[in-house]
């Protein structure tokens, strides 16, 4: 049943007509208390908020299912404002960046060079741009590109997902990169990916302690408390400096835990999405935890 719940929402999520529709709604069905608001000046009074209490902030300004030059180009031009904002707003924050939303399924030279302009911008600002991770048939396009960019640039980095087999072979190429290492949020065949949790969490351990051994700086994202509790425990165990790793948690999701891990001196960093296109992020967080429907009914029920 929890499977077909997760593929049900995940089917949502991949829906081209469903987040093309979404964007002219508006907010709807809860979405805001995942999503930040609909511009960076919304999302930049949450980011104050967090940042008073000692937390950084990831921000991702949404998109998806972009096809076309035009739109990408718009996307690109968007994130290079979200820079700006950061930097004249003095906010403690960088950047999270969807290849597909600048470019990446219309044509991969396209979305480098979008992706260079970003890289370069956010360079001159002192700004780290994290690739997010979206699904298999992106994987190794992405790779490709990171490797690209930093060639020139050494401020990017990008996702890791525990439940691809390749995931720890892949490691060792990025030790020297700083990576976010998650679960994965979409639905991958058995061919590439393990199914089970038990089998994704434990990789998610194995691959988080090989990191921090390494030198490289690591974003340890997950809302398990199980995990959270296995790498403090770890760190404490071994020695590990602080300094060397960040917990991060997306936006809305529990949050009394992420004030309390940065007031016990650990690093902690939210990730904060905005924007219109937050059909398909919504719907993926759906499928991850469908007891956030309870939100969707109380929104579309009771106002
Ligand atoms: P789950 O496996 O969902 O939950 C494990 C257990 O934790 C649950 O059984 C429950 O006991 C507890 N728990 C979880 N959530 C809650 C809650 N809200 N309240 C109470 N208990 C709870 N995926 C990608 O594929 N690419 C990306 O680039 C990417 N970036 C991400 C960035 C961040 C900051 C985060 C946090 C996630 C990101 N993800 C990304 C999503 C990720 O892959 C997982 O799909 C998502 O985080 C759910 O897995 P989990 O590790 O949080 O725990």
Known sequence: MANLTRDFFIALSNSEFLNENARKWGFRLGAEKFVAGTDI???AKKVRELNQHGITVTLDNLGEFVYDREE??????????VIEQIHELELDSHI???LTQIGLDIDKDFCLENMRDIVAKANENHIFVNIDMEKFVHYQPTLDLLKELRKEYKNVGTVLQTYLYRTEEDLKELKDVR??????????????????KEEI?????KVVKERLQGEAFTSIATHDHHIINQVKKYVEENNINKDKFEFQMLYG???EMQYALA???YRFCTYIPFGNDWFGYFMRRLAERPQNMN???KDTFYT
């Not at 990408?72 to 404002?81: F, G, M, S, V």
């Not at 990576?179 to 061919?191: H, M, P, Q, T």
């Open 41 to 43: 000046y919304a999302a």
């Open 72 to 81: 990408a180009i718009e996307a690109k031009n968007q994130i290079l404002n």
């Open 96 to 98: 999270s960046v969807k």
């Open 179 to 196: 990576l976010r290492i998650v679960k994965g949020a979409y639905k991958e065949s058995e061919d590439v990916a393990y199914q089970t």
């Open 201 to 205: 969490d434990a990789n998610f351990i």
């Open 253 to 255: 999701f529990r949050t």
């Open 263 to 265: 007031e016990e001196g």
């Open 295 to 297: 939100l969707v009914l």
